[in-house]
């Protein structure tokens, strides 16, 4: 017995190679994913787009019909990822899903949040672009887990859906209260954007922070999507806001911390190695 569904959440990240190699394994792979779910009869394939497409638009909101403006490879590919998956249905009538998710973070999976638990941990300065007045937009990986199963079967194929929970307030505020639940001497240190911007540009360049520019470019944006659609198709509710999702993920980050310093890498799962990052945080 075959393959009913397939999730295809694979994908090289802009801090693992190329764009020629990004090209390769994101695009690429799809084309292969796709191709084997059609000769295996495969009923449904999911696919995990990111909210990278829309580039650095500002805004609250933003709908599945925001126009793309990609800045990297990563995006990109991405967009192109969503149009194969619209086209294996227009064209083959393979049923397709293409979740678009805010940044995933929870137990498990860091990201750029481990430079900011550090930060807390050692009670160092937490260093934030502009003024920290933006919103921004997080996902439990619990309630985007939820959203994938009602993907899985959900009446509906060749959509695009918006997934972030709906509760969240300035990053000032979030961060004060992590800092807060923390218990540590850490202090929120704002920084000015611009000249900001160009060091971690800099410092990208040299392979000497793992930011890629739409993550720090971001950093002092306000950036929400509309998730009513997922809302209404899927009859999807988030369970956790911002807050909780951070602080569920520093609390797990804290008690595995000692065993996952054992761990290099640059995916999600793994621990960075932030090289001059460590000066900043030795400074504060």
Known sequence: MGADLVIHAAAAFPTHGTAKFIYSVNVGGTENVLEAARTAGVRRVIFISSTTVYGLQEGRG????????????????????????????????????????????????????????EWIANSGAVFILGDGKNVIQLLAVEDF??????????????????????????????????????????????IPRVPAEAILSVLYGLRLSPLAAWQY???????????????????????FSNFLTMRNNYDWYVRNRTELKKKRGNTHRDVWNLKLMKILEWIS
């Open 62 to 117: 933003q709908k599945e019909e925001t126009f793309f403006a990609p800045i990297d490879p990563y995006a990109e590919t991405k967009i192109i990822g969503e149009r194969l998956f619209l086209d294996a249905w227009k064209k083959h009538h393979l049923e397709t899903v293409i979740l678009r998710p805010k940044t995933i973070i929870g137990p498990g999976r860091l990201g750029a949040f481990q430079i900011l638990f």
């Open 145 to 190: 887990v939820s959203a994938i199963v009602l993907g899985s079967r959900a009446p509906c194929s060749g959509e695009i859906f918006h997934f972030g929970t709906n509760q969240y307030r300035t990053v000032r505020e979030d961060l004060s209260d992590l800092i807060g639940h923390a218990g540590t001497s850490s202090r929120l240190v704002f």
């Open 217 to 239: 470019k971001s950093a002092s944006q306000d950036a929400t999507v509309n998730t009513d659609k997922a809302k209404l198709m899927f009859s999807w509710t988030p369970r």
